[in-house]
């Protein structure tokens, strides 16, 4: 009998190898994942110092060049050029800078208000957390892209009108969880203590609550920081999010997909800049979960 | 139970009001909702009766009354775009939504009942492998990249499919693996944790015990039990689906509710796209209930006292 396919324990290590590699191994620190997440967030920080091309230097005699590493390419082009001549590795760079900066804002400020309303719910149940849960639940009961085209169309578009809408939409997330981990932190002897002793509400809130949530938090904003660069992409794709001249991996990608049929380049660059930094920071969330917080794989 | 149905019932209310209100306060968010709902060429008589219809020379309670009550009888304006009830459009589009929801499901499921049972049944194995590697990609690659990818790759350079449009099967297979892509991971992991409980339960060792092929154990038997977790997150990616088929449908020239609610949003036709906003929350709160009324139904176990 011939074997013509690959024997099975080989294809079994070879998988094994690429998601170790990817994953850092059970329980190791992931490298590789750490550094594409650090790579974008020197590009955010220092993108303009970085990138070979201003983002949007207009040189119609370099349009449409393709790749280096393809024919026709040119090593002052990496990854080549769009129709009006614009260098794609800077533009990526860019878009790195807007995306990163869109997620960080959104991240600080939904985490912040489902933080307090979480804290606010648990804490003094009741009214307030009847009040609040109802809250958390008319949100979450519209999705959350249908929303955004609300919003999108009553607001001027640009990135405060993105961020707002990422907030709206995440908020809810925290507060949920926050909520539930501060019903458990209620009912334990420091709270109490801090009750009988006289301490003020909000000094219990900043000084005995908050504290012990910073690990949980900090792992939700990492887990989130992929999923918030995905639906900006979203929107600035659909042209209602990030508006030109501002670069955005997501309006790259609906600029190139006028030009599918000539230039591939222009939506497998973006692209897979969107699925790097979502795919890196989820693995950077992961393992900080199991770090931190390992009583919580679920979430 | 009753009283459980009826909970549940109330709150999906409560949401749909809710929903209404943020609608509401989007409206009013803009400055003056009059100059949203009337067309650009509309008189200063046009605005007053307008105005005054709507209750805006009132305080504000009335105006979310009048609202509301218009909401609940389907009433959301005028298209001035196509010069339409705003609501009526979109119910028009919405079958071509479904149809693509719909597919996009099947989809989902044709990959992920198999990988699954074969990702337990093979624990550790490179099926298990790969569907874990697929399970990490699937959330971070957006359902509209890999539609741009199929368009490049199967419609543009293979020729295999079109790109654009609604029609026959052949229209709708491309968009139904954009939008179905996302839940596949999701649903791979519930039904290969579910087979592995059930593929060491007593009863499963007993069929082994009397001699079934395992097969027939696995396909048949095990399958049909470890569906019922999977059969209730069906109902939720169903209705997250639908959202998600906003950008689907524009990548794919699909003529769905989405696409008409994104371009209704660059026209600043604000009747459609507040009837389509409503329209989905509508059906994501009832699908959501839906789902939660029948998990009695799927898996008798659950009780709701």
């Known amino acids: 009998m011939t074997e013509t396919t690959l024997p099975r324990p080989l294809l079994g290590r070879l998988l094994r ?8 191994g059970e329980g190791g620190f992931p490298w590789l994942a750490a550094s594409v997440l650090a790579t974008v967030l020197a590009c955010a920080l220092f993108g303009p110092w970085i990138a070979p091309h201003e983002a949007g230097a207009i040189s119609l005699a370099d349009a449409m060049t393709p790749p280096a590493w393809e024919e026709g390419g040119s090593s002052e082009f990496l990854l080549g050029t769009d129709n009006l001549g614009r260098d794609i590795l800077s533009r990526i760079i860019a878009g790195a800078r807007v995306s990163a900066v869109v997620a960080l804002y959104a991240i600080v400020i939904s985490g912040l208000i489902g933080a307090v309303l979480g804290m606010a719910a648990g804490y003094f149940g009741g009214v307030v957390d009847a009040l609040i849960s109802r809250l958390i639940d008319i949100q979450m009961s519209v999705p959350s892209i249908p929303l955004a085209m609300l919003f999108a169309a009553v607001l001027p578009p640009g990135e405060a009108m993105v961020i707002f809408i990422i907030v709206l939409s995440y908020w809810t997330w925290y507060a949920r969880i926050v909520r539930g981990e501060v ?25 005995h609550l908050a504290p012990n949530l910073l690990n949980i938090l900090l792992v939700l904003a990492t887990l989130q920081f992929g999923s918030v660069i995905v639906f900006e992409a979203g929107l600035s794709f659909l042209g209602l999010g990030i508006q030109p001249p501002q670069v955005s991996w997501g309006g790259m990608l609906a600029d190139g997909r006028n030009f599918i049929e000539v230039a591939w380049w222009l939506i497998t660059i973006p692209g897979i800049a969107i699925m790097a930094a979502c795919l890196a920071s989820n693995l950077v969330g992961d393992w900080l979960r199991d770090t931190f917080d390992p009583v919580r794989r679920q979430i | 139970m009753k009283v459980y149905v009826l909970k549940r019932i109330a709150q ?20 003056d909702p009059v100059a949203l709902m009337l067309p650009m060429d509309a008189g200063e008589e046009d605005f007053a009766a307008m105005r005054s219809a709507l209750g805006l020379d009132k305080p504000l309670p009335l105006p979310f009354g009048i609202f509301l009550g218009n909401a609940l009888q389907g009433d959301f304006g005028q298209s001035y775009q196509w010069n339409a009830p705003a609501m009526q459009l979109i119910l028009e589009r919405l079958p071509a939504t479904l149809e693509l929801a ?53 419609a543009v350079e293979l020729q295999w499919l079109p790109a654009f449009g609604r029609g026959d099967l052949s229209h709708l297979l491309l968009p ?20 592995l409980d ?8 007993m069929e082994r015990a009397i001699g079934l092929p395992e097969r027939a154990i696995v396909w048949r038997y095990a399958l049909r039990n ?13 209705a997250n689906m639908l959202g998600g088929a906003f950008v689907i449908e524009v990548v794919f020239a699909w003529p769905g509710v989405g696409r008409t609610v994104v371009e209704a949003v660059f026209a600043r036709d604000f009747p459609v796209v507040q009837a ?10 009832a699908v959501n209930l839906l789902v939660d009324l029948s998990y009695g139904f799927i898996d008798p176990r659950i009780r709701h006292d």
């Open chain 1, 17 to 24: 190898g690429a998601a170790a590699r990817i994953r850092g």
């Open chain 1, 183 to 207: 019903l458990s932190l209620r009912e334990r002897d420091f709270i109490a203590l801090a009750k009988i002793a006289g301490v003020a509400t909000p000094v219990i809130f900043i000084r």
């Open chain 2, 12 to 31: 999906g209310l409560v949401a749909i009001v809710g929903a209404l209100l943020i609608v509401f306060v989007a409206q009013r968010l803009s400055g």
């Open chain 2, 102 to 154: 719909m597919a996009g499901l099947v989809f989902a499921l044709l990959l992920a009942v198999p990988l699954g049972v074969l990702s337990a049944v093979h624990r550790g194995g490179a099926i298990d492998r790969a569907g874990k590697i697929f399970a990490m990609l699937g959330q971070a690659v957006p359902g509209f990249w890999i539609g741009l990818l199929l368009i490049l790759f199967i």
């Open chain 2, 176 to 195: 139904a693996i954009a939008l179905g892509w996302y839940p596949v991971a999701a649903m791979t992991r519930t039904l290969r944790s579910s087979m």
């Open chain 2, 198 to 205: 059930i593929l060491e339960s007593d009863y499963i060792r």
């Open chain 2, 226 to 238: 470890a569906m019922a977790p999977l059969a209730t997150m069906i109902g939720v990616y169903f």
């Open chain 2, 276 to 285: 389509g906003v409503v329209l989905s929350a509508v059906v994501f709160v």
